[in-house]
């Protein structure tokens, strides 16, 4: 069972930028897509981003293109969220996820069978 790791979040300003990391255990890291949602109170956890088991194909929600960028070293079995121009609507939890499968065919929830344990990020307005 692999054991995934976030970390990074924190309070920031708006505008500012955080850069959220999630360590994978095991060493089947490489075989597979990994994403990130995020969960603020009262709403349901959304898709973020998506990332290829290569990182040759990324994909975003509309609410975060042009602003946040996923990324992964697969070396280091890590994967990164760099987020920009942080908007006050961006607080909530972040999770990372990992999909049984090298591709990302959609991007929804279920689509994606291991969690983290989430990391609070907090933009100030």
């Known amino acids: 069972q692999v054991q995934l790791v976030e970390s990074g979040g924190g309070l920031v300003q708006a505008g500012g930028s955080l850069r959220l990391s999630c360590a994978a255990s095991?060493?089947?890291?490489?075989?597979?897509?990994m994403g990130w949602f995020r969960q603020a109170p009262g709403k349901e956890r959304e898709f973020v981003a998506a990332i290829s088991w290569s990182g040759a194909s990324t994909y975003y929600a509309d609410s975060v293109k042009g602003r946040f960028t996923i990324s992964r070293d697969n070396a280091k079995n890590t994967v990164y969220l760099q987020m920009n121009s942080l908007k006050p609507e961006d607080t909530a939890v972040y999770y990372c996820?990992?999909?049984?499968?090298?591709?990302?065919?959609?991007?929804?929830?279920?689509?994606?069978?291991?969690w983290g344990q989430g990391t609070q990020v907090t933009v100030s307005s």
């Open positions: 996820a990992r999909r049984a499968a090298k591709v990302v065919v959609t991007t929804g929830v279920a689509d994606f069978g291991s």
């Open positions: 095991g060493r089947t890291f490489s075989s597979y897509a």
